[in-house]
Each structure stands twice: as C-alpha cells, then as structure tokens.
C-alpha cells in the first residue's frame, strides 16, 4: 500500500512540473541572468573595451540569440597607448546575435544615450543610437546635441566610428561655433592624468 502512495506521488509531482513548463512563454523567458557584470576586452596585454551592467538577461529562440540590459550598461573604449578614450551610457541596452548561418553582431542602446570622448573633450547626447561592430561604425537618426570646447550642433541623424573620433551629424540646425581661442590655452585629459611622480 505505501509503495503505490509512493508511485501516486511522483506521478502527480512530474505533471505538475511539466504543466508549470508548458506554460513558460520561452520567447520572453531569459535562459540566463547576470547580476553585476563587469567584461573586458584585451589584446596582448592591452585592454582595449570594458562593459559594466547591472543586470543583463540572455534570450534564445530559433532564430535569434540576444542580450538585453534592462538596467543600462557603461562602456568604457581605450586607446591604443591603454589610455581611456570614449564611454558610453544608456538606461537600456540590447545586443543581437543574428545566428550560426551569417553571423553579425549588432547593439543598440536607448534612453538617455550620451557618448563622450574624453580625448576630444567632446559629448553627444541622443535617444537611441547603434552600434555595428563588424563595420566599427554608431550611428543614429534621431535628434543628436553636441557639445564640444569648438561649440555646440545639434541635428538629426549622426555618423561616426565606434570611438567618436570623428562623428558627423545631419541635418544640423541651430548651432554655432567659438570664433576665437587663446592660443596659449592647454587642454588637460583629467581622466587620464597621473599627476607628477613622488619622490
């Protein structure tokens, strides 16, 4: 009698189990979440990228492989020398695996996207903005500002490379330019400074 209890037992936990699977939509379910992720990327010896997010999620389906940032992500771009060149801030983030066939990687970014090149001393601020590692290109068509010590543009729709060395924004309007500089003036990297060495 207590091994067909037993038998019973399992029988309805198993359906229970399969019944709570069937119902999982896999489309919106993530196969893995990352809590406080921190990546880098190196090469030989140099890190060249690394990428903080709070949160990120990982989705699978027949098609398409993804990862989405709920909680934002920051992007952190080096030079070659290993000195800090651009960052990248967003509220929402998602990069695309477009799968085993063709494969290409894209990521997007929205929500309070700014872009700031520290070389430069210059930041752009827009809505959405993409990412195209294969072509090492961002761009967006919405509406962008930039402010630099050269002036401030503003438009819709921005080229640049993935550094922001040389972002060309369209359909620009209601912008100006400084005119005049000091010549003597000395433009300082904070972020990259060391400071004099201690004795």
């Known amino acids: 009698m207590a091994t067909a209890m037993a038998v019973a037992f399992v029988v309805v936990s198993c359906s229970g189990k399969l019944k709570q699977a069937q119902e999982l939509d896999l489309e919106h379910t993530p196969v893995q979440v990352v809590t406080d992720m921190f990546a880098v990327q190196s090469k030989d010896g140099m890190v060249l990228q690394r990428m903080e997010a709070s949160v990120m999620e990982r989705y699978s389906t027949d098609s398409l492989d993804y990862d989405y940032f709920p909680k934002g992500i920051q992007v952190y771009a080096y030079t070659e020398e290993g000195l800090l060149e651009t960052i990248i801030v967003a509220d929402l983030a998602k990069h695309r695996n477009s799968g085993k066939k063709s494969p290409s990687e894209q990521w997007e970014a929205y929500g309070?996207?700014?872009?700031?090149?520290?070389?430069?001393?210059?930041?752009?601020?827009?809505?959405?903005?993409?990412?195209?590692?294969?072509?090492?290109?961002?761009?967006?068509?919405?509406?962008?500002?930039?402010?630099s010590d050269q002036g401030f543009m503003q438009g819709y729709g921005m080229r640049s490379d993935d550094r922001a060395r040389n972002a060309i924004l369209l359909s620009t309007f209601d912008s100006y330019a400084l005119t005049s500089q000091d010549s003597t003036a000395t433009a300082i990297d904070s972020v990259n400074f060391i400071g004099p060495l201690l004795k």
Do not use: A, F, G, P
Request: proline share 0%; with cysteine.
């Open 112 to 147: 309070n996207v700014v872009i700031s090149n520290v070389t430069k001393r210059q930041t752009m601020e827009t809505d959405t903005i993409y990412w195209d590692r294969e072509k090492q290109e961002i761009y967006t068509h919405c509406y962008v500002k930039l402010s």
